[in-house]
């Protein structure tokens, strides 16, 4: 049993008992002890590194799309029709013919 006074504690035993009740999970209490000790350490840890000044740092992880290298999006000549076509397993009222993916039956 943790010896943290309880207004010390991020969570305790009875909002694991909460979440894991809301989430339809059956835990002994064993469990629910070992889980309480672990959450608590990762929300502690979580508070630590909210408190730290991360203003002037730049991301590291985001996706910024002014840095994707991007082509031109300009119109150029197609493939021709019946060259597409001339590698298709199966052809069909003039376009690739494929397998039926719904059952109409």
Do not use: K, N, W
Not at 57 to 70: D, F, H, K, Q
Not at 80 to 87: D, G, I, K, T
Not at 91 to 97: A, L
Request: glycine share 2%.
């Amino acid at each position: 049993m943790p010896s943290d006074p309880p207004a010390a504690r991020p969570i305790d035993e009875a909002e694991v008992r909460s979440i894991a009740r809301l989430a339809h999970l059956d835990l002994p209490d064993d469990e629910i002890q070992r889980l309480t000790t672990d959450l608590a350490s990762i929300l502690a840890y979580v508070r630590q590194l909210e408190e730290l000044d991360v203003s002037g740092v730049a991301p590291t992880s985001s996706v910024l799309l002014e840095r994707l290298p991007l082509r031109p999006d300009a119109p150029h000549e197609s493939l021709p029709h019946e060259l597409a076509l001339r590698e298709a397993p199966r052809v069909s009222e003039d376009g690739f013919e494929v397998p039926a993916f719904v059952d109409e039956g």
